[in-house]
T-cell receptor
Framework: AQSVSQHNHHVILSEAASLELGCNYS??????LFWYVQYPGQHLQLLLK??????LVKGIKGFEAEFIKSKFSFNLRKPSVQWSDTAEYFC?????????????FGTGTRLKVLA | EAQVTQNPRYLITVTGKKLTVTCSQN?????MSWYRQDPGLGLRQIYY???????DKGDVPEGYKVSRKEKRNFPLILESPSPNQTSLYFC?????????????FGDGTRLSIL
């Protein structure tokens, strides 16, 4: 079955620490990959996306993600987190083979950054 | 301002009392979708619509109905709500230009079914 896994459910970091959040998917064929962020009490906002080309994609607020096709992974990274990065992060996938109108989201990772 | 608007933002109601959550977007997007967000389960897609009068089931459609009579509106209908539909609901829209288009999300509707 098609799925998206985010193995880190809760992450606590101090300011200036580096961040890496894992995302693995199980899909065949061409995939489109997204990372969304949800700040407390707010709606989801797009951080970055990958659909083709350079597997290292840069998003807003200093975030980046690397698509590694052989590992079915799309991990999110940030070299130095800030207190304002405290939020929940969701990885999402849709696939040309499963129908490009259906989206599968991971269960989310809650990040807490300590000032 | 480009936005997806959901109403109501909060609703407490009782089992079996029909309710509708409205969703409207002002970006002329063809694609719209409904999700529910539950702790530990992330977002799960309920229904989506590729265009007016074209809808299809997502992963958790049971107990829900949708309609798409106009391009801008995509209401979610709970004909006979039950407590297991207590959740946070999000509506989203995107351009139909390609599956790589990002979705724009509304602010969410928190439903409590007693």
């Amino acid at each position: 079955a098609q799925s998206v896994s985010q193995h880190n459910h809760h992450v606590i970091l101090s300011e200036a620490a580096s961040l890496e959040l894992g995302c693995n998917y199980s899909y065949g064929g061409t995939v489109n990959l997204f990372w969304y962020v949800q700040y407390p009490g707010q709606h989801l906002q797009l951080l970055l996306k990958y659909f083709s080309g350079d597997p290292l994609v840069k998003g807003i607020k200093g975030f980046e993600a690397e698509f590694i096709k052989s590992k079915f992974s799309f991990n999110l990274r940030k070299p130095s987190v800030q207190w304002s990065d405290t939020a929940e992060y969701f990885c999402a996938v849709n696939s040309d083979t499963s129908g490009t109108y259906k989206y599968i989201f991971g269960t989310g990772t809650r990040l807490k950054v300590l000032a | 301002e480009a936005q997806v608007t959901q109403n109501p933002r909060y609703l407490i109601t009782v089992t079996g009392k029909k309710l509708t959550v409205t969703c409207s977007q002002n970006m002329n997007h063809e694609y719209m979708s409904w999700y529910r967000q539950d702790p530990g389960l992330g977002l799960r897609q309920i229904y989506y619509s590729m265009n007016v009068e074209v809808t299809d089931k997502g992963d958790v459609p049971e107990g829900y109905k949708v309609s798409r009579k106009e391009k801008r509106n995509f209401p979610l209908i709970l004909e006979s709500p039950s407590p297991n539909q207590t959740s946070l609901y999000f509506c989203a829209s995107r351009r139909q230009g390609g599956s790589n288009q990002p979705q724009h999300f509304g602010d969410g509707t928190r439903l409590s079914i007693l």
